[in-house]
Protein backbone atom coordinates (compact mmCIF):
# COMPACT_ATOMS: atom_id res chain seq x y z
CA UNK A 1 0.00 0.00 0.00
CA UNK A 2 1.06 4.19 -0.40
CA UNK A 3 1.72 5.62 3.14
CA UNK A 4 3.41 8.83 3.93
CA UNK A 5 6.32 7.03 5.64
CA UNK A 6 8.92 8.99 7.56
CA UNK A 7 12.04 10.11 5.56
CA UNK A 8 14.86 12.14 7.55
CA UNK A 9 16.59 13.42 4.10
CA UNK A 10 13.11 14.52 2.85
CA UNK A 11 12.79 18.41 3.58
CA UNK A 12 9.35 17.94 4.61
CA UNK A 13 10.23 14.74 7.07
CA UNK A 14 8.22 12.65 4.78
CA UNK A 15 8.09 11.17 1.68
CA UNK A 16 4.86 9.19 -0.25
CA UNK A 17 6.20 5.69 -0.55
CA UNK A 18 5.27 1.99 -0.47
CA UNK A 19 5.18 0.04 2.74
CA UNK A 20 3.53 -3.33 4.29
CA UNK A 21 -0.05 -3.42 4.74
CA UNK A 22 -0.92 -3.25 8.69
CA UNK A 23 -2.24 -6.25 10.42
CA UNK A 24 -4.92 -5.60 13.02
CA UNK A 25 -4.87 -7.46 15.88
CA UNK A 26 -8.08 -8.81 17.52
CA UNK A 27 -9.26 -5.61 19.02
CA UNK A 28 -8.40 -3.57 15.55
CA UNK A 29 -10.85 -2.77 12.35
CA UNK A 30 -9.02 -2.38 9.64
CA UNK A 31 -10.56 1.13 7.65
CA UNK A 32 -9.22 2.10 4.17
CA UNK A 33 -8.41 6.19 4.78
CA UNK A 34 -10.29 8.52 2.34
CA UNK A 35 -8.91 11.50 4.13
CA UNK A 36 -5.76 12.49 7.40
CA UNK A 37 -5.40 15.65 9.12
CA UNK A 38 -1.92 17.15 10.01
CA UNK A 39 -1.10 18.52 13.36
CA UNK A 40 1.89 20.68 14.55
CA UNK A 41 3.07 18.17 17.08
CA UNK A 42 3.39 15.65 14.44
CA UNK A 43 4.63 17.52 11.72
CA UNK A 44 7.52 20.33 13.67
CA UNK A 45 9.49 17.48 14.86
CA UNK A 46 9.63 15.78 18.19
CA UNK A 47 7.31 12.85 17.34
CA UNK A 48 9.79 11.86 14.19
CA UNK A 49 9.75 7.58 14.27
CA UNK A 50 12.61 5.86 12.26
CA UNK A 51 12.80 6.24 8.53
CA UNK A 52 10.55 4.00 6.72
CA UNK A 53 7.83 4.47 9.84
CA UNK A 54 3.98 5.58 9.28
CA UNK A 55 3.00 8.13 10.88
CA UNK A 56 0.04 9.86 11.76
CA UNK A 57 -2.96 10.41 14.38
CA UNK A 58 -5.70 11.90 12.40
CA UNK A 59 -8.10 9.57 9.64
CA UNK A 60 -11.47 9.13 8.42
CA UNK A 61 -12.40 6.25 6.00
CA UNK A 62 -14.71 3.23 5.63
CA UNK A 63 -14.31 0.03 7.43
CA UNK A 64 -12.99 -2.64 5.21
CA UNK A 65 -12.45 -5.60 7.91
CA UNK A 66 -14.19 -5.58 11.70
CA UNK A 67 -12.47 -6.25 14.65
CA UNK A 68 -11.86 -10.16 14.95
CA UNK A 69 -13.15 -9.44 18.76
CA UNK A 70 -16.66 -8.65 17.27
CA UNK A 71 -16.16 -4.85 18.86
CA UNK A 72 -16.56 -1.72 16.60
CA UNK A 73 -18.85 -1.31 13.31
CA UNK A 74 -19.36 -3.61 10.52
CA UNK A 75 -17.71 -3.29 7.32
CA UNK A 76 -18.88 -0.18 4.81
CA UNK A 77 -19.22 2.12 8.07
CA UNK A 78 -17.73 5.75 8.00
CA UNK A 79 -15.26 6.42 10.24
CA UNK A 80 -13.31 8.70 11.65
CA UNK A 81 -10.13 7.45 13.35
CA UNK A 82 -7.53 8.16 15.89
CA UNK A 83 -3.96 6.29 16.76
CA UNK A 84 -0.58 7.09 18.06
CA UNK A 85 0.13 6.40 14.09
CA UNK A 86 -0.88 4.84 10.85
CA UNK A 87 -3.13 7.30 9.92
CA UNK A 88 -0.94 8.83 6.76
CA UNK A 89 -1.83 5.47 4.50
CA UNK A 90 -4.14 3.68 2.62
CA UNK A 91 -4.68 1.03 5.20
CA UNK A 92 -5.15 1.90 8.87
CA UNK A 93 -5.48 -0.73 12.03
CA UNK A 94 -7.27 1.06 14.57
CA UNK A 95 -8.46 -0.08 18.08
CA UNK A 96 -12.17 -0.03 18.00
CA UNK A 97 -12.12 2.24 21.51
CA UNK A 98 -10.14 4.96 19.06
CA UNK A 99 -13.12 5.59 16.59
CA UNK A 100 -16.26 6.37 15.95
CA UNK A 101 -19.41 5.58 13.19
CA UNK A 102 -19.55 9.30 11.16
CA UNK A 103 -23.25 10.81 11.10
CA UNK A 104 -24.70 11.62 7.86
CA UNK A 105 -24.14 15.05 6.96
CA UNK A 106 -20.08 15.07 8.04
CA UNK A 107 -18.23 13.89 4.88
CA UNK A 108 -14.43 12.31 5.64
CA UNK A 109 -12.63 15.67 5.33
CA UNK A 110 -14.05 16.96 8.19
CA UNK A 111 -14.23 13.90 10.33
CA UNK A 112 -10.38 13.98 9.79
CA UNK A 113 -10.04 17.44 10.60
CA UNK A 114 -11.65 16.10 14.42
CA UNK A 115 -9.51 13.73 16.34
CA UNK A 116 -6.49 15.57 17.78
CA UNK A 117 -7.80 18.97 17.54
CA UNK A 118 -11.41 18.51 18.47
CA UNK A 119 -10.53 16.69 21.05
CA UNK A 120 -8.07 18.39 22.89
CA UNK A 121 -9.79 21.79 22.90
CA UNK A 122 -13.17 19.48 24.20
CA UNK A 123 -11.27 17.77 26.94
CA UNK A 124 -9.05 20.68 28.04
CA UNK A 125 -11.92 22.50 28.24
CA UNK A 126 -13.87 20.51 30.58
CA UNK A 127 -10.89 20.24 33.12
CA UNK A 128 -12.50 23.87 33.98
CA UNK A 129 -15.72 22.54 35.00
CA UNK A 130 -18.73 25.03 34.38
CA UNK A 131 -18.09 27.98 31.97
CA UNK A 132 -21.23 29.48 31.73
CA UNK A 133 -20.93 33.31 31.93
CA UNK A 134 -17.08 32.93 32.79
CA UNK A 135 -14.25 34.55 30.40
CA UNK A 136 -12.16 32.14 29.03
CA UNK A 137 -9.23 32.75 27.00
CA UNK A 138 -7.64 30.49 24.10
CA UNK A 139 -4.51 31.50 23.02
CA UNK A 140 -2.93 30.27 19.69
CA UNK A 141 -6.99 30.95 18.69
CA UNK A 142 -6.30 30.83 14.74
CA UNK A 143 -4.90 27.09 15.00
CA UNK A 144 -6.44 23.30 14.92
CA UNK A 145 -7.08 23.44 18.81
CA UNK A 146 -8.00 26.74 18.58
CA UNK A 147 -10.92 27.58 16.37
CA UNK A 148 -12.20 24.26 17.80
CA UNK A 149 -11.51 25.44 21.29
CA UNK A 150 -13.35 29.14 20.76
CA UNK A 151 -16.62 27.46 19.41
CA UNK A 152 -16.64 24.98 22.03
CA UNK A 153 -15.78 27.24 25.15
CA UNK A 154 -18.42 29.70 23.26
CA UNK A 155 -20.75 26.66 23.09
CA UNK A 156 -21.16 26.15 26.94
CA UNK A 157 -21.55 29.87 27.45
CA UNK A 158 -18.55 31.57 28.35
CA UNK A 159 -17.20 34.97 27.17
CA UNK A 160 -14.35 33.88 24.76
CA UNK A 161 -11.35 35.96 24.25
CA UNK A 162 -9.51 34.83 21.27
CA UNK A 163 -5.77 35.41 21.24
CA UNK A 164 -4.19 35.43 17.88
CA UNK A 165 -0.75 36.45 16.65
CA UNK A 166 -1.66 39.37 13.84
CA UNK A 167 -4.89 40.76 13.03
CA UNK A 168 -5.13 39.02 9.78
CA UNK A 169 -5.27 35.76 11.99
CA UNK A 170 -7.99 36.68 13.81
CA UNK A 171 -10.62 36.91 10.91
CA UNK A 172 -13.64 34.79 11.37
CA UNK A 173 -13.03 34.13 15.35
CA UNK A 174 -15.91 36.57 16.14
CA UNK A 175 -18.24 34.56 13.75
CA UNK A 176 -17.24 31.00 15.42
CA UNK A 177 -18.58 32.90 18.62
CA UNK A 178 -15.72 35.19 20.04
CA UNK A 179 -16.74 37.94 22.15
CA UNK A 180 -13.08 39.35 21.65
CA UNK A 181 -10.10 39.18 19.54
CA UNK A 182 -6.60 40.42 20.74
CA UNK A 183 -3.51 40.39 19.13
CA UNK A 184 -1.02 38.84 22.15
CA UNK A 185 -1.94 39.91 25.11
CA UNK A 186 -3.01 43.27 23.83
CA UNK A 187 -5.65 44.79 26.04
CA UNK A 188 -5.83 41.23 27.94
CA UNK A 189 -8.14 42.25 31.23
CA UNK A 190 -8.97 39.94 34.02
CA UNK A 191 -10.27 38.46 35.54
CA UNK A 192 -10.04 35.00 33.48
CA UNK A 193 -11.64 31.66 34.90
CA UNK A 194 -9.45 30.16 32.17
CA UNK A 195 -6.68 29.89 29.25
CA UNK A 196 -6.31 27.23 27.03
CA UNK A 197 -2.99 27.76 26.38
CA UNK A 198 -1.53 26.70 23.23
CA UNK A 199 1.35 28.82 22.61
CA UNK A 200 2.94 29.29 26.18
CA UNK A 201 5.80 32.38 26.72
CA UNK A 202 5.91 35.39 28.29
CA UNK A 203 1.88 35.67 26.86
CA UNK A 204 1.16 32.75 29.28
CA UNK A 205 3.17 34.65 32.39
CA UNK A 206 0.65 37.66 31.54
CA UNK A 207 -2.45 35.80 31.80
CA UNK A 208 -1.66 33.94 34.72
CA UNK A 209 -1.11 37.24 36.65
CA UNK A 210 -4.95 38.23 35.33
CA UNK A 211 -6.73 34.45 36.90
CA UNK A 212 -9.58 34.83 39.19
CA UNK A 213 -8.47 32.80 42.57
CA UNK A 214 -9.33 29.26 41.28
CA UNK A 215 -8.76 29.68 37.88
CA UNK A 216 -6.30 27.71 35.61
CA UNK A 217 -4.23 27.49 32.85
CA UNK A 218 -4.56 24.54 30.55
CA UNK A 219 -0.73 24.45 29.28
CA UNK A 220 -1.65 22.57 25.74
CA UNK A 221 1.16 23.79 23.64
CA UNK A 222 3.96 25.93 23.64
CA UNK A 223 4.13 26.98 19.72
CA UNK A 224 5.80 30.15 20.96
CA UNK A 225 8.88 28.05 21.28
CA UNK A 226 9.33 30.84 24.14
CA UNK A 227 10.15 30.02 28.02
CA UNK A 228 7.20 31.29 30.59
CA UNK A 229 9.38 32.99 33.28
CA UNK A 230 7.60 33.60 36.25
CA UNK A 231 8.91 36.90 38.12
CA UNK A 232 9.49 36.58 42.17
CA UNK A 233 6.49 36.20 43.93
CA UNK A 234 3.57 36.48 40.64
CA UNK A 235 3.26 33.14 42.04
CA UNK A 236 2.51 33.98 45.25
CA UNK A 237 -1.19 34.64 46.21
CA UNK A 238 -4.41 33.18 45.88
CA UNK A 239 -4.98 29.71 44.74
CA UNK A 240 -4.40 29.74 40.95
CA UNK A 241 -2.81 26.91 38.82
CA UNK A 242 -1.07 26.12 35.36
CA UNK A 243 -1.59 22.59 34.74
CA UNK A 244 0.12 20.23 32.23
CA UNK A 245 -3.00 18.82 29.70
CA UNK A 246 -2.26 16.09 27.33
CA UNK A 247 -5.11 14.82 25.27
CA UNK A 248 -4.62 10.84 26.19
CA UNK A 249 -6.90 7.80 24.57
CA UNK A 250 -9.85 6.20 24.13
CA UNK A 251 -10.98 8.97 22.11
CA UNK A 252 -14.54 7.35 21.14
CA UNK A 253 -17.31 8.39 22.78
CA UNK A 254 -15.77 12.14 22.50
CA UNK A 255 -14.91 11.64 18.62
CA UNK A 256 -19.15 10.68 18.47
CA UNK A 257 -19.72 14.05 20.37
CA UNK A 258 -17.97 15.97 17.94
CA UNK A 259 -19.24 14.75 14.78
CA UNK A 260 -22.55 14.90 16.24
CA UNK A 261 -21.97 19.23 16.42
CA UNK A 262 -20.71 19.01 13.29
CA UNK A 263 -23.93 17.11 11.95
CA UNK A 264 -26.08 19.30 13.91
CA UNK A 265 -24.54 22.72 12.80
CA UNK A 266 -23.35 23.30 15.68
CA UNK A 267 -19.15 22.81 15.22
CA UNK A 268 -17.62 24.48 12.22
CA UNK A 269 -15.03 22.40 10.91
CA UNK A 270 -12.39 24.97 9.53
CA UNK A 271 -10.30 23.67 6.56
CA UNK A 272 -7.53 26.16 6.27
CA UNK A 273 -5.59 23.52 3.62
CA UNK A 274 -7.00 21.33 1.53
CA UNK A 275 -5.20 19.19 -1.15
CA UNK A 276 -3.94 15.90 -2.28
CA UNK A 277 -1.68 13.85 -0.17
CA UNK A 278 0.92 14.14 -2.85
CA UNK A 279 1.53 17.39 -1.77
CA UNK A 280 2.09 16.80 1.33
CA UNK A 281 5.56 19.15 1.89
CA UNK A 282 3.71 22.31 0.55
CA UNK A 283 0.53 21.15 2.89
CA UNK A 284 3.20 20.99 6.12
CA UNK A 285 5.17 24.17 5.08
CA UNK A 286 1.66 25.71 5.17
CA UNK A 287 0.81 24.80 8.51
CA UNK A 288 4.32 24.94 10.23
CA UNK A 289 4.44 28.68 8.51
CA UNK A 290 1.20 29.55 10.20
CA UNK A 291 -0.55 29.84 6.93
CA UNK A 292 -3.42 27.74 7.47
CA UNK A 293 -6.73 29.09 9.09
CA UNK A 294 -7.65 25.80 11.51
CA UNK A 295 -6.76 22.76 9.92
CA UNK A 296 -4.72 20.97 7.17
CA UNK A 297 -6.87 18.06 5.57
CA UNK A 298 -4.87 15.96 2.94
CA UNK A 299 -7.44 13.60 0.64
CA UNK A 300 -5.66 10.00 0.04
CA UNK A 301 -6.55 8.99 -3.79
N1 LIG B 1 -1.19 18.46 24.98
C1 LIG B 1 -1.90 17.86 24.04
O1 LIG B 1 -2.52 16.81 24.24
C2 LIG B 1 -1.96 18.52 22.69
C3 LIG B 1 -2.92 18.15 21.75
C4 LIG B 1 -3.00 18.84 20.54
C5 LIG B 1 -2.10 19.86 20.28
N2 LIG B 1 -1.14 20.17 21.18
C6 LIG B 1 -0.22 21.30 20.97
O2 LIG B 1 -1.01 22.47 20.92
C7 LIG B 1 -0.38 23.43 20.08
C8 LIG B 1 -1.37 23.89 19.01
O3 LIG B 1 -1.63 22.79 18.14
P1 LIG B 1 -2.44 23.04 16.79
O4 LIG B 1 -2.64 21.73 16.18
O5 LIG B 1 -3.58 23.92 17.05
O6 LIG B 1 -1.36 23.86 15.93
P2 LIG B 1 -1.60 24.87 14.71
O7 LIG B 1 -2.85 24.55 14.00
O8 LIG B 1 -0.32 24.87 13.94
O9 LIG B 1 -1.79 26.27 15.43
C9 LIG B 1 -0.78 26.79 16.23
C10 LIG B 1 -1.06 28.21 16.58
O10 LIG B 1 0.05 28.66 17.36
C11 LIG B 1 0.38 29.97 16.98
N3 LIG B 1 1.84 30.12 16.83
C12 LIG B 1 2.67 29.41 16.04
N4 LIG B 1 3.93 29.85 16.18
C13 LIG B 1 3.87 30.87 17.06
C14 LIG B 1 4.85 31.76 17.60
N5 LIG B 1 6.14 31.65 17.26
N6 LIG B 1 4.44 32.69 18.49
C15 LIG B 1 3.14 32.80 18.84
N7 LIG B 1 2.17 31.99 18.34
C16 LIG B 1 2.55 31.05 17.47
C17 LIG B 1 -0.22 30.25 15.64
O11 LIG B 1 -0.83 31.50 15.82
P3 LIG B 1 -1.20 32.52 14.63
O12 LIG B 1 -1.98 31.68 13.71
O13 LIG B 1 -2.06 33.54 15.27
O14 LIG B 1 0.02 33.02 14.03
C18 LIG B 1 -1.16 29.09 15.36
O15 LIG B 1 -2.49 29.51 15.20
C19 LIG B 1 0.88 22.75 19.54
O16 LIG B 1 1.96 23.08 20.39
C20 LIG B 1 0.56 21.27 19.68
O17 LIG B 1 1.72 20.49 19.74
C21 LIG B 1 -1.06 19.52 22.38
Known sequence: MRALLVDSSAKSGF???ETAEPAPAPNQALVEIKALSLNYGEVAGGYGKEDGAVNGWDAAGVVVKAAADGSGPEPGSRVVTFGSGGAWAELRAVDTTELAVLPDGVDFAQAAALPVAAVTALRALRRFGSVLGRRVLVTGAAGGVGRFAVQLAALSGAHVIASVGSVARGEGLEKLGAAEVIVGVEGLTGPLHGVLDNVG????????????EGGSIQSIGATSGEPSVYPPYATVGPQRRVEGFMMGYNLGEDLAYV???VAAGKLDVEIGYRGSWENSEDAIAALIGRKVVGKAVLDVA
Open 15 to 17: RLG
Open 201 to 212: GPNQVTAFGLLA
Open 259 to 261: ASL
